[in-house]
């Protein structure tokens, strides 16, 4: 990959995010802007006071003590508190106050009060810090230094605007008796919201606008450079070379001649993907093991196709391994007659050959030894969300996938197996993901044919509406489960709390299942490894779907075993997509 490419898609990511999150704060001001509308306020239930005093008071209300508001915002537009209250006993007088901390503290000198300590409204519950005193305060209403009140019998009802300075709020019975008994209802707005929405929504479109080209612009130089890692169908190779996965006839993996790829530090998932006997080999010997490797050094596979594999395998048009057509010596296969019931190749192959010689207990830590992969992944699949965007838009008006936009997501797509067949949903290999969008010789691979024309009616509908079965199906092999209880009783303007309770998904369980019988026998289970390949194929097939690069739906078929029963594309040199850097 290049860096610049690459620093280019990091800080439009990071822009993007921070744009994102400011026009979700928009949005959330812009809302709580909207409900305060005509005067309205923020408000709690109402509960019920007692106390045995004369006074029910707050401990002090400081506001910008040590400062003050920029000269820009007007003080009384910065906020407003809402005092609503009457007394317990019907026809009884109560008083509403709020005044300077330091007048309220001179009129209740020794007067016998409650100061709130601390106050829950989730369970309502108030704790007071009682001050002792014997004298009888004189009526509150005839004092002059409330700088806002309410007093009468029925409901009162103060409203105040918020100013800079230590202030009181004092609830006392009309006639300064004791004891207090009252019904309170509290409630703030704000007249800031307004210009703060704007300010959030003007500088989240900027940082979008800054962010999302820098990421287009760094997928596609990601996706358009470096040379495809594969040879296209009809191009020839220099003598004695052979494309990734053909052998020279007579020479197997196995043979003194041409080890075995797990042998050499080349698991060959390539060699899987490009031959559709490369995966036969690991049908008779094991799972993910190459061809061959289940008999004798040089011998080639006993039987086409190996069992478990549907007799139309592999696909129409392509060769059986020791045929002429292969590179063998044998005849080259008849013609075949394609039964319209006959399940078609998917244009999205997956592969996964698992390691012979997986260490026990290196799956535990595989998670810890990822995270820089999954840091990467992180910033290549909000590219890839932005990228699929825009391609959604060019396929729209051009019917067409932007090629290095495709080869960029088939990439990420690619990284994300790669990671997790080494770490997660499959554990098959101990060996360390390469950091590249290419095709490598690393035991897991994802490819997509390149599409020539795209739908325009399709795309409008097809990565939400009509992918709506097969992620149903995604959500269960893959998503966790989460139950979510809401209660609304004692919020701010019904704003409830919430309780979580999540569950691992089926191919992590299945991966962890195959982990401890490993650690405990030293054996991967090959029909287990079988189950979450074919599980991943599918989850990757719908993903490749959703991300608009095939019009064809997903097969409801689950293709286990390492090898894609899809086989190498039949895609001509002119629709090969070139492999991103």
Request: no cysteine; proline share 11%.
């Amino acid at each position: 990959m290049k860096p610049g490419r690459m620093v280019m898609l990091v800080l439009g990511t990071l822009a993007a995010l921070l744009g994102l999150g400011l026009l979700a704060g928009a949005a959330g001001v812009g809302w709580l802007n909207f409900q305060q509308r005509d005067e309205g306020y923020f408000s709690t239930q109402s509960h019920r006071f007692d106390a045995s005093s004369s006074a029910i008071t707050t401990t002090g209300l400081d506001v910008m003590v040590t400062g003050r508001l920029p000269d820009v915002i007007p003080a009384d537009t910065a906020g407003s508190i809402l005092l609503r209250g009457s007394a317990a006993t019907p026809g009884k007088g109560i008083f509403i106050g709020v005044a300077p901390q330091q007048d309220a503290a001179r009129y209740l000198e020794g007067v016998k009060r409650s100061e709130i300590r601390e106050l829950n409204l989730r369970p309502f519950r108030v704790d007071y810090n009682e001050v002792p005193g014997t004298r009888t305060p004189a009526r509150p209403g005839a004092q002059d230094f409330w700088v806002a009140s309410a007093e009468g019998t029925g409901t009162q009802e103060l409203k105040w605007n918020i100013l800079p300075g230590s202030w009181t709020l004092v609830v006392m019975n009309a006639d300064a008796t004791a004891p207090v008994s009252a019904d309170l209802q509290a409630g703030v707005r704000s007249d800031l919201l307004w210009p703060l929405f704007l300010w959030l929504l003007i500088a989240g479109m900027v940082l979008l606008v800054i962010g999302v080209p820098l990421i287009v612009a760094g997928a596609m130089g990601l996706g358009r450079h470096g040379p495809p890692p594969h040879v296209p169908p009809g191009q020839h190779l220099p003598p004695g070379q052979h494309p990734a996965g053909q052998y020279p006839p007579g020479q197997y993996p196995g043979t003194p001649t041409a080890a075995p790829p797990a042998a050499a530090g080349v698991t060959g998932p390539l060699a899987s993907s490009a031959v559709p006997g490369g995966g036969e080999g690991a049908r008779q010997g094991g799972a993910g093991v190459p061809p061959g490797a289940g008999g004798p050094p040089g011998t080639p596979p006993a039987s086409y196709p190996a069992p478990g594999y549907p007799a139309s395998y592999p696909a129409p048009g392509y060769p059986a391994p020791g045929s002429a057509a292969g590179g063998g010596d044998g005849a080259p296969p008849p013609a075949v007659v394609v039964d319209q019931l006959e399940n078609p190749r998917y244009p999205a192959r997956l592969t996964g050959h698992v390691d012979p010689a997986l260490s026990r207990w290196m799956w535990l830590v595989k998670w810890f030894l990822a995270i820089p992969h999954l840091i990467v992944l992180f910033f290549l699949w909000f590219a890839l969300i932005v990228t699929t965007i825009v391609a959604w838009f060019a396929i729209l008006f051009t019917a067409r996938y932007p090629h290095s936009l495709f080869n960029f997501n088939v990439g990420v797509l690619r990284w994300s197996w790669r990671v997790s067949f080494y770490a997660f949903t499959a554990i098959g290999t101990d060996r360390y993901p390469p950091f590249t969008l290419a095709r490598t010789d690393y035991p897991a691979d994802f490819e997509v044919d390149y599409p020539d024309h795209l739908s325009r009616g399709l795309v409008l509908v097809k990565s939400w509406l009509l992918a709506i079965p097969h992620l149903l199906i995604v959500g269960v092999l893959a998503g966790t489960s989460r139950t979510w209880v809401a209660a609304s009783d004692d919020d701010l303007a019904g704003a409830g709390s919430y309780s979580v309770g999540s569950a691992v998904s089926l191919l992590t369980l299945l991966a962890f299942i195959a982990g401890v019988i490993l650690l405990f026998t030293g054996r991967y289970l090959r029909s287990l490894f079988d189950l979450l390949v074919g599980l991943n194929r599918w989850v990757y097939r719908v993903a490749a779907y959703v991300a608009l690069m095939r019009d064809e739906y997903p097969p409801f078929r689950l293709d286990m075993g390492p090898v894609d029963p899809g086989g190498p594309p039949a895609a001509s040199p002119q629709t090969t997509p070139r492999g991103p850097s």
